[in-house]
């Protein structure tokens, strides 16, 4: 019989472990269990620490529901989604724009509207017009990609914060022929991630202000390509360089023009952006996105 000590519980758990027959189960389990241990040895884990951090992961879990996803949202301020994200692109067949967060606002079966529609209800503070291309890496158009908009009205809030039972500032088009996409919006302004959870008690307890830059999520599919899923992020913003869960890449950072005569639609000031995106591979073909709609993952 083993005597357990810091030194060999780690490898009892694996060797316990050992049995697993999904090998990336067994893989992934390994070097959790590895990492695990090695954060409590060097940290001196006391038991009030441990308990205190079964409190806050208990309270996270409560705090989620079929609007609310405490558990990505912590994914996203430890910089895990953002890595998760990165380490994607890098397995990507061809180098097309790059992933940016998905977040919690993300609602499917965001409707389809007409070319060139408005998507918010309250276009008082001034619209804007997003438009640009959907392409391949060698620049072909993608006639017939769904583009998904979602984004905060221009006080910072998303319709899931306000009128959840109504889609509002988002909405889904089809690229024309041409790879070409139009809508129009409002400027969309920067947040704080939800206040009122365990997230936000850890975020405050660091010394960070909890503020996402000003941005607008798109989520761009296309037959035969790797889904997108990205944001744009308003150039000149206070936090692009501090960005509360790390999603606003200097790639992403999009400037709004006045007067842009090649925008489609005169006279309203524009972000023009041109999105590429990779050819599909096999693994790509059975999915998975770092964010879900919050309902889809009360199942
Ligand atoms: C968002 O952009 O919607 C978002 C992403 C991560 C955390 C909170 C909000
Ligand atoms: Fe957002």
């Not at 989604?81 to 609602?107: I, K, M, Q, Y």
């Not at 769904?146 to 306000?162: E, F, H, L």
């Not at 599909?280 to 919050?294: I, Q």
């Amino acid at each position: 019989m083993i005597e357990y000590t810091p030194d060999n519980i780690t490898a009892a758990t694996i060797e316990q472990m050992s049995t697993t027959t999904d090998p990336r189960l067994k893989t992934i389990m390994e070097s959790a269990v590895r990492h695990l241990h090695a954060f409590a040895r060097e940290v001196n884990l006391t038991p009030a620490e441990w308990i205190f951090g079964i409190q806050f992961l208990t309270r996270v879990g409560h705090m989620c529901s079929a609007s609310r996803q405490e558990f990505i949202l912590l994914s996203d301020t430890l910089g895990l989604s953002t890595l998760v994200n990165t380490l994607h692109d890098t397995t990507a067949l061809e180098d097309a724009t790059h992933t940016s967060l998905l977040g919690p606002f993300f609602r499917e079966n965001t409707p389809v509207m007409e070319r060139g529609a408005q998507i918010g209800s309250d276009v008082s503070t001034g619209e804007i017009v997003l438009w640009g291309r959907v392409t391949n890496v060698d620049g072909a158009p993608i006639a017939n990609a769904m583009v998904t908009v979602w984004q905060t009205a221009a006080n910072g809030s998303y319709d899931m914060q306000v009128t959840p039972e109504r889609n509002d500032y988002r909405g889904s088009f089809v690229t024309a022929a041409d790879g070409s996409y139009v809508l129009k919006s409002v400027r969309p302004l920067g947040y704080y991630i939800p206040m009122d959870g365990p997230v936000w008690d850890m975020v405050r307890a660091q010394g960070r202000h909890g503020m996402r830059p000003a941005h607008i999520h798109f989520l761009i599919g296309a037959v035969g390509y790797r889904e997108l899923v990205t944001a744009l992020y308003l150039s000149g913003d206070p936090h692009l360089h501090d960005d509360v869960v790390f999603g606003a890449s200097a790639d992403l950072v999009a400037q709004i023009k006045q007067n842009d005569p090649e925008c489609p639609i005169k006279g309203l000031p524009s972000i023009r952006f041109d999105f590429t995106v990779s050819r599909e591979s096999e693994a790509d073909r059975r999915g998975g996105r770092v964010g879900a709609d919050p309902a889809a993952t009360l199942a």
